[in-house]
């Protein structure tokens, strides 16, 4: 069956709740176990809980210190009700910046993975994001490699983007393999 993306008119959060019916709908097509999403204050994933049963949500939040140093976007109060709703939170440096963006900001100049980052957002912001996050879980160990998982991302609030694609450790990145895009803010 031919699959279509959904483009959305305008990125950001107006598209969260669209986004989400159009994740339940492809899922029920398929036989995917794991769901990472991008949700900083995990409020996002907390809808997407509400929605998905059968199928391991993982929560990807900013690193402490993206904002500001020692603080996380996440409480520690969302934190538990994502626990306790079975979600798991991964926090961790950006697969596609990380410490390459210190030594960018500190000496000039870019490195490679914020080439392969710029890239991807040639798509869309929620493109970069989905591909990012399941590098990182992958290198975790919480997502298995080589495995169809659909990933969710966005621009800034809320969530917009959703890929179906098999990650690898972010050490093979070029093997990474996008199957599907559900749904983009249009290009």
């Known amino acids: 069956m031919e699959k279509s993306i959904t483009y959305f008119e305008t990125p950001g959060k107006t598209n969260t709740d669209e986004l989400i019916k159009l994740v339940k709908?492809?899922?029920k097509e398929s036989n995917i176990k794991y769901v990472a999403i991008a949700s900083a204050s995990g409020k996002s994933a907390l809808k997407l809980a509400d929605e998905?049963?059968?199928?391991?949500?993982?929560?990807?939040?900013?690193?402490?210190?993206?904002?500001e140093p020692n603080v996380l976007d996440i409480s520690n109060e969302m934190r538990k009700k994502l626990e306790d709703k079975g979600i798991i939170t991964y926090v961790g440096s950006h697969a596609l910046s990380g410490a390459g963006r210190g030594i960018s900001n500190k000496f000039g100049g870019i490195t490679p993975v914020e080439i392969?980052?710029?890239?991807?957002?040639?798509?869309?912001?929620?493109?970069?994001?989905?591909?990012?996050i399941s590098l990182m879980l992958s290198d975790a160990g919480i997502i298995p490699v080589n495995e169809e998982t659909l990933a969710?991302?966005?621009?800034?609030?809320?969530?917009?983007?959703?890929?179906?694609?098999s990650s690898v450790n972010s050490a093979n990145i070029f093997d990474l393999k996008i199957h599907e895009i559900i749904a983009m803010p249009r290009p």
């Open 25 to 27: 709908n492809r899922l």
């Open 52 to 67: 998905l049963k059968d199928v391991t949500i993982v929560n990807v939040t900013h690193y402490s210190g993206f904002k």
């Open 116 to 132: 392969v980052a710029a890239t991807l957002r040639m798509l869309s912001q929620g493109i970069k994001v989905c591909v990012e």
């Open 152 to 165: 969710i991302g966005g621009t800034g609030k809320g969530v917009d983007t959703g890929i179906i694609l």
